[in-house]
T-cell receptor, first 111, second 112 residues
Framework: QQPVQSPQAVILREGEDAVINCSSS?????VHWYRQKHGEAPVFLMI?????EQKGHDKISASFNEKKQQSSLYLTASQLSYSGTYFC????????????FGPGTRLSVLP | DGGITQSPKYLFRKEGQNVTLSCEQN?????MYWYRQDPGQGLRLIYY???????QKGDIAEGYSVSREKKESFPLTVTSAQKNPTAFYLC???????????FGEGSRLTVL
């Protein structure tokens, strides 16, 4: 039931790009992306609702392929502040289904 | 300011004692959630509630209990039946439908 994320960890130099993938075995209503800094609560990045939808937030964007039950998060020209653990969260198609998170992808951006 | 308040932030308890973690929100959200996070791990769902007086078990509900008597409040009790309760506990809420989750700052429970 928990979505799968890949890769588990990635190390970048400042200015490089990264892609984080999230896939689920169940039909999805929505996919959320969150970033968590060490010892802090997760912070919302974006939510995707429709098949094929793409969204952007500064240099962070995401896509959602409803048919494949997959989402990808794209980080462009990464900054030091992007470091943290990224979680995708998925909500099932039927209203009232629970909201579950993937295991997370640890991103480290080095100067 | 609207938000979610969790208390206490840090809690130490002896093995075998029940503890209750508080979660209060003033966002007028219908849905509330409790997650557990272990070091280096993701967030695992303990319980969730979509509406007052109703709640469902998540993936790891054993050893935990909740109540939802008021819309604003969703306390979590960690009972003595929970085998390994030491963890970081996060409460979250969302508006009905596919809304973003708002998180509290978390409660770190250590069982000695």
């Amino acid at each position: 039931q928990q979505p799968v994320q890949s890769p588990q960890a990635v190390i970048l130099r400042e200015g490089e790009d990264a892609v984080i993938n999230c896939s689920s075995s169940k039909a999805l209503y929505s996919v959320h992306w969150y970033r968590q800094k060490h010892g802090e609560a997760p912070v919302f990045l974006m939510i995707l609702l429709k098949g094929g939808e793409q969204k952007g937030h500064d240099k962070i964007s995401a896509s959602f392929n409803e048919k494949k039950q997959q989402s990808s998060l794209y980080l462009t020209a990464s900054q030091l502040s992007y470091s943290g653990t990224y979680f995708c969260g998925t909500e099932g198609r039927n209203y009232g289904q629970n909201f579950v998170f993937g295991p997370g992808t640890r991103l480290s951006v080095l100067p | 300011d609207g938000g979610i308040t969790q208390s206490p932030k840090y809690l130490f308890r002896k093995e075998g004692q029940n503890v209750t973690l508080s979660c209060e929100q003033n966002l007028n959200h219908d849905a509330m959630y409790w997650y557990r996070q272990d070091p280096g791990q993701g967030l695992r769902l303990i319980y969730y509630s979509q509406i007052v007086n109703d709640f469902q078990k998540g993936d790891i509900a054993e050893g935990y209990s909740v109540s939802r008597e008021k819309k604003e409040s969703f306390p979590l009790t960690v009972t003595s039946a929970q085998k390994n309760p030491t963890a970081f506990y996060l409460c979250a809420s969302s508006a009905r439908g596919a809304g973003e989750l708002f998180f509290g700052e978390g409660s770190r429970l250590t069982v000695l």
